[in-house]
């Protein structure tokens, strides 16, 4: 069973940078596909990102695209989610999820494991 923790989320000011980590453990990391969701209040999950496992494909919402990166580490174990120009709306908890295969889907159910979770706040 794959366990995912995130980290790095906080309070930030529109126009501001973060960058968001997720760490892995309990599993094959690099055959893994990584995809990073959000979930405002009272709003329902929403996919971010997706890479591959290598990291030579990668898919973005195109509410963030042009604004966000992913990547990954293999060698840590990791997943990144590089936030810049951030708006209050990007104001969410951000959650990393993972699959076993990479397709380009957006159903937070095509995702096997996910972590709890980390806040991020943008004010105006």
């Known amino acids: 069973q794959v366990q995912l923790v995130e980290s790095g989320g906080g309070l930030v000011q529109a126009g501001g940078s973060l960058r968001l980590s997720c760490a892995a453990s309990?599993?094959?990391?690099?055959?893994?596909?990584m995809a990073w969701f959000r979930q405002a209040p009272g709003k329902e999950r929403e996919f971010v990102a997706l890479?591959?496992?290598?990291?030579?494909?990668?898919w973005y919402a195109d509410s963030i695209k042009g604004r966000f990166t992913i990547s990954r580490d293999n060698a840590k174990n990791t997943v990144y989610l590089q936030m810049n120009s951030l708006k209050p709306e990007d104001t969410a908890i951000y959650y990393c999820a993972s699959r076993t295969i990479y397709s380009r889907t957006d159903n937070p159910n095509d995702y096997r494991n996910w972590g709890r979770g980390t806040q991020v706040t943008v004010s105006s």
């Open positions: 309990g599993g094959t990391f690099s055959s893994l596909s």
């Open positions: 890479i591959s496992w290598s990291g030579g494909n990668l």
